[in-house]
């Protein structure tokens, strides 16, 4: 019986070891596959993106050229630019790498420089200055478009880069685990094959020595014995039933025990979320250099699972926001961010004019959310914090309460720089 056990036991480990490496496979190929889908939708985006690049470089290049109306190219390229700030917001919302999104902010400082140059090229073509109209157009508006198109490709490269080690490191595990639950499995049959035979003999032997006693007891006439006469029936007293007895403070003690159950779901994640934001308040009540709030941003970033944050700076008077620190992005990048215009049509400008949270949630085709939170002081509001929320994190509640929590917390930072700047500002006036 006890060997019949183990070879049970040891065929149910062989099944589970298998099956759990199949259950793994599964899972590994089905985030494979979400991984090639954005990366093919990725590739989509920006290629849309390079031919709108093109098409911008065209329609400036028509501006000076003989016999074509200005007024239609004109309002082609004012078409074609807010269109390719979209198709590189798209592109943001789909990367999954560092390299490729501080490519693609370079591509958006790009596009803003071109709408720059459009609008000199154009005052030039009003003014009938056609030679400086060309000059713009093919210097400085030709080596923008370029270094545009050419940030696009190296995010792309960078994008595929990343994939491909995505892939190759799954399928190392997927090797792992299946050579694992192989060796496991041929190891169980291979104990199980050449077990002892001494345990099968000894139950063969105990089974023909049973069946011989049975044989011999069968075959042997028993001996019959006269039996004494049956004494008579005597009938025994009414048993009277005992009281019930009220349980002890020890029974009614385990028997609450025994009927605890313990509550489901208990909140590990939220207490872990607390206990991060409360280091990283701590650390805010330290600050005294700009480099302890960019030190500060990373631990907010690892406890938000964000894929990068800036804080943008204004003032109580309305003036423009200002990325001044960040994490997740270089400083060369956040040195190409331009300032973002209190009515602009973005997260960060509407949460700057209304003093409340938005939140940017992804979608299935652009799973990278966003979480913006002002920055408030006593007189109002001083502008923002942007996080960039991974694997759609941005609407759960505790996320968004960090964020709050650590928008308050660089509030009481900031709030003395915002008011030097209104008072340098007044002092230039």
């Known amino acids: 019986m006890r060997s019949r056990s183990v070879r049970i036991v040891a065929s149910i480990i062989a099944c589970i070891s298998l099956g759990a490496a199949a259950a793994y496979l599964v899972v590994t190929e089905q985030r494979l596959t979400e991984a090639r889908d954005r990366l093919r939708a990725f590739d989509l985006r920006a290629h849309d993106s390079t031919a709108r690049l093109s098409d911008l470089r065209v329609a400036q290049q028509a501006y000076v050229a003989e016999g074509q109306a200005i007024a239609f190219w004109t309002a082609k390229v004012a078409t074609l630019l807010p269109e390719a700030s979209a198709d590189v917001?798209?592109?943001?919302?789909?990367?999954?790498?560092?390299?490729?999104?501080?490519?693609?902010?370079?591509?958006?400082?790009?596009?803003?420089?071109?709408?720059?140059?459009?609008?000199?090229?154009?005052?030039?073509?009003?003014?009938?200055?056609?030679?400086?109209?060309?000059?713009?157009?093919?210097?400085?508006?030709?080596?923008?478009?370029?270094?545009?198109?050419?940030?696009?490709?190296?995010?792309?490269?960078?994008?595929?880069?990343?994939?491909?080690?995505?892939?190759?490191?799954?399928?190392?595990?997927?090797?792992?685990?299946?050579?694992?639950?192989?060796?496991?499995?041929?190891?169980?049959?291979?104990?199980?094959?050449?077990?002892?035979?001494?345990?099968?003999?000894?139950?063969?032997?105990?089974?023909?020595?049973?069946?011989?006693?049975?044989l011999s007891l069968r075959d042997i006439t028993p001996v019959v014995k006269a039996e004494a006469p049956p004494a008579p029936a005597v009938k025994a007293p009414p048993v009277k039933p005992l009281p019930a007895r009220a349980p002890t403070v020890n029974t009614l003690s385990a028997?609450?025990?025994?009927?605890?159950?313990?509550?489901?779901?208990?909140?590990?994640?939220?207490?872990?979320?607390?206990?991060?934001?409360?280091?990283?308040?701590?650390?805010?009540?330290?600050?005294?250099?700009?480099?302890?709030?960019?030190?500060?941003?990373?631990?907010?970033?690892?406890?938000?699972?964000?894929?990068?944050?800036?804080?943008?700076?204004?003032?109580?008077?309305?003036?423009?926001?200002?990325?001044?620190?960040a994490y997740g992005y270089s400083d060369d990048v956040l040195a190409r961010i331009k300032a973002v215009a209190r009515m602009a049509d973005n997260a960060a400008a509407a949460a700057y004019r209304s003093s409340a949270m938005q939140v940017v949630p992804g979608t299935a085709s652009s799973p990278l959310g966003a979480i913006v939170a002002p920055i408030l002081v006593a007189d109002g509001c001083i502008g923002a914090l942007t996080a960039e929320i991974r694997h759609g994190h941005e609407s759960a509640a505790h996320v968004q309460a960090l964020v709050s929590i650590f928008a308050a917390q660089l509030a009481s930072v900031l709030a003395g720089t915002a008011t030097a700047d209104v008072t340098a500002r007044a002092a230039s006036a």
């Open 255 to 325: 028997i609450a025990r025994t009927e605890q159950v313990a509550p489901a779901g208990s909140p590990v994640e939220a207490t872990c979320a607390l206990q991060s934001a409360a280091a990283i308040c701590t650390g805010f009540g330290q600050v005294r250099e700009a480099g302890d709030i960019k030190a500060l941003l990373e631990q907010a970033a690892g406890a938000l699972d964000a894929n990068g944050l800036i804080v943008w700076l204004g003032d109580l008077t309305g003036g423009d926001l200002q990325a001044v620190v």
């Open 89 to 214: 917001d798209a592109l943001r919302r789909l990367v999954s790498g560092q390299v490729a999104g501080e490519s693609l902010l370079e591509v958006s400082a790009h596009l803003t420089e071109l709408g720059n140059i459009d609008k000199r090229a154009r005052d030039y073509v009003a003014a009938r200055e056609l030679l400086m109209a060309s000059d713009v157009v093919f210097t400085e508006g030709g080596e923008t478009v370029a270094d545009a198109a050419q940030q696009v490709e190296v995010a792309r490269l960078a994008e595929h880069q990343g994939f491909d080690a995505l892939e190759a490191a799954a399928r190392r595990t997927e090797a792992y685990a299946m050579g694992g639950a192989a060796s496991l499995s041929a190891l169980i049959v291979i104990l199980l094959a050449f077990a002892p035979a001494a345990a099968r003999e000894a139950q063969a032997e105990a089974a023909t020595e049973s069946s011989s006693d049975t």
